[in-house]
């Protein structure tokens, strides 16, 4: 069983401050993806990685793909309250039809 | 944009009783897929299906059942509903288990 380690698992940070989120697992994955959760909602995809060492970018949010593909990290700069959520890493092997395997989450607080 | 629809959003039943979450897509995909959240324990997945007349057990699929008639829809069945059901549900599509998309959610307690 493939598993994604999300840390930390709660955030409560001051407007205007960065920081970083991981996703960590012992497994290779094909592709991984991070999702954005509101309450009442269900996960909305932000970004999809596929090559080790992949940076991507998504206005103030910055993702990036561990060389060896088992690891990735989300970065935001000067957090806003906007940025409130629950962040998911999901990462998926093989052609995905098996669906995602998904970390247990951030719980992100921006504070005005 | 109606995307994935699920019904219904919330629903209260007693222990021992039966109903059926549905979930359609119009977006043509091929993949579809049912998830459960819990609070602190991620997304797991309960029954998948690559396609119409295809499904597969997920990580938990003890006590529910699908079906996949029609590319469009994707109902989860709960028969004799137990307290460990009590969860928040998602349904999801994908094509060709790429980007998936899900639904708002529906929420279950059983009593």
């Known amino acids: 069983t493939q598993l994604l380690e999300q840390s930390p698992q709660f955030l409560s940070i001051q407007e205007g401050e960065n920081l970083t989120v991981y996703c960590n697992s012992s497994?290779?994955?094909?592709?991984l993806q991070w999702y954005r959760q509101e309450p009442g909602e269900g996960p909305v995809l932000l970004v999809t990685?596929?090559?080790?060492?992949e940076v991507k970018k998504l206005k103030r949010l910055t993702f990036q793909f561990g060389d060896a593909r088992k690891d990735s990290s989300l970065h935001i700069t000067a957090a806003q309250p906007g940025d409130t959520g629950l962040y998911l890493c999901?990462?998926?092997?093989?052609?995905?039809?098996?669906?995602?395997?998904f970390g247990k989450g951030t719980h992100l607080i921006i504070q005005p | 944009n109606a995307g994935v629809t699920q019904t219904p959003k919330f629903r209260i039943l007693k222990i021992g009783q039966s109903m059926t979450l549905q979930c359609a897509q119009d977006?043509?995909?091929?993949?579809m897929y049912w998830y459960r959240q819990d609070p602190g324990m991620g997304l797991k997945l309960i029954y998948y299906?690559?396609?119409?007349?295809?499904?597969d057990k997920g990580e938990v699929p003890n006590g529910y059942n699908v079906s996949r008639s029609t590319t469009e829809d994707f109902p989860l069945r709960l028969e004799l509903a137990a307290p460990s059901q009590t969860s928040v549900y998602f349904c999801?599509?994908?094509?060709?288990?790429?980007?998936?998309?899900f639904g708002e959610g529906s929420w279950l307690t059983v009593v």
């Open positions: 999801a599509s994908s094509y060709g288990g790429n980007t998936i998309y």
């Open positions: 497994s290779v994955f094909s592709s």
């Open positions: 990685v596929v090559t080790g060492g």
């Open positions: 999901a990462g998926t092997s093989g052609g995905g039809a098996d669906g995602l395997t």
């Open positions: 977006m043509n995909h091929n993949y």
């Open positions: 299906s690559v396609g119409a007349g295809i499904t």
